[in-house]
């Protein structure tokens, strides 16, 4: 069992998968908690849901966001994450006003923050939620009431700025969105893109902030 030079706490996973589950090798080596995280996470959305709509997003800062010592990126992604989990919240509260059978779904989720060359932190964040409730990020494009848009809303909420400044900012990768069954369809192949962010390497160590966490639901 090796453990991180940085923190003894976090184990090094050098494996070809992970509980039989193919992580990206090439991006290693990984950490171990964080795979279980993910493992976790995943695990828990489909125990509730049968169907699970998962998928991926980057966020960056703009050019002139300062990054201190007080750690002002942390409380902006958090600040993130209550803006995105209320719109979510408030999307379903308006499905039951239509329909008293409209799915609810749970928001989880994994993030990791990552450091550029230029020392400026940026988050990669995979959701997972109700896929009978949510099942696309919809079109890229502004005013449409879709996935998409909650989540440059939300960044903009976190930064204090208009959705306008933040374009370009919130990242889609390319075949981002995934559909995950409870018999194991879709697993492998979500879990293998979401070992990115369970990645050892350009994350910050030792510094008393955490570089990966995951949603406690």
């Known amino acids: 069992m090796i453990r991180h030079s940085q923190n003894s706490n976090l184990i090094i996973h050098n494996e070809l998968d992970y509980r039989g589950l193919p992580i990206q090798v090439d991006k290693g080596p990984f950490i171990r908690q964080y795979l279980q995280k993910l493992h976790a996470t995943i695990d828990r959305a489909l125990q509730q849901?049968?169907?699970?709509?998962?998928?991926?997003?980057?966020?960056?800062?703009?050019?002139?966001?300062?990054?201190?010592r007080d750690d002002n990126a942390s409380q902006v992604f958090k600040k993130f994450l209550d803006s995105f989990k209320s719109k979510i919240h408030h999307n379903r509260c308006?499905?039951?006003?239509?329909?008293?059978?409209?799915?609810?779904?749970?928001?989880?989720?994994?993030w990791a923050?990552?450091?550029?060359?230029?020392?400026?932190?940026?988050?990669?964040?995979?959701?997972?939620?109700?896929?009978?409730?949510?099942?696309?990020l919809g079109k890229f494009e502004p005013g449409r009431d879709n996935m998409f848009n909650r989540l440059q809303e939300a960044w903009a909420s976190a930064l204090g700025t208009s959705v306008e400044a933040v374009r370009g900012l919130v990242e889609?990768?390319?075949?981002?969105?995934?559909?995950?069954?409870?018999?194991?369809?879709?697993?492998?192949?979500?879990?293998?893109?979401?070992?990115?962010?369970?990645?050892?390497?350009?994350?910050?160590?030792?510094?008393?902030?955490?570089?990966?966490?995951?949603?406690?639901?």
């Open 49 to 68: 849901y049968s169907r699970v709509f998962a998928f991926r997003v980057d966020l960056r800062f703009p050019a002139a966001f300062v990054h201190g």
């Open 113 to 136: 923050r990552e450091f550029g060359q230029h020392g400026k932190p940026h988050y990669h964040v995979a959701f997972v939620l109700n896929y009978d409730a949510f099942n696309a």
């Open 94 to 110: 308006m499905a039951l006003r239509e329909n008293k059978h409209a799915h609810q779904s749970r928001v989880r989720y994994v």
């Open 172 to 217: 889609i990768p390319d075949n981002p969105s995934y559909s995950l069954r409870r018999d194991g369809l879709g697993v492998e192949e979500f879990f293998y893109r979401a070992s990115y962010l369970c990645k050892a390497p350009t994350k910050v160590y030792g510094d008393g902030r955490h570089g990966f966490d995951s949603s406690r639901i």
